[in-house]
């Protein structure tokens, strides 16, 4: 039985702020941000677009790149998470 992929993903948000979370599947997530049906901070910040997304071997791993980008400044977000290698 082969087990899902893990994606860390980067959503721009209306008001120009940055939204990171982890899914198995970024666009049916994306669109439950959408809808209202996702996080907290994405029903008061609506999201407009998926700016990236980087696949993981394990939620565990997704996790703490979730983590490690949540850290990050603003401007380095989106560069830390298009970049190639870990």
Request: overall charge positive; aromatic content about 12%; some cysteine.
């Amino acid at each position: 039985m082969r087990t899902a992929s893990w994606f860390l993903y980067l959503l721009e948000c209306r008001d120009g702020s940055y939204y990171a979370g982890i899914s198995t599947d970024v666009e049916a997530r994306f669109q439950a941000h959408r809808a209202g049906k996702g996080a907290r901070y994405t029903r008061a910040h609506p999201p407009l677009r998926i700016l990236a997304s980087r696949p993981y071997a394990d939620r565990s791993a997704a996790s703490r790149a979730e983590w490690q980008i949540k850290q990050l400044p603003r401007e380095r977000k989106l560069a830390w998470l298009e970049r190639q290698e870990d």
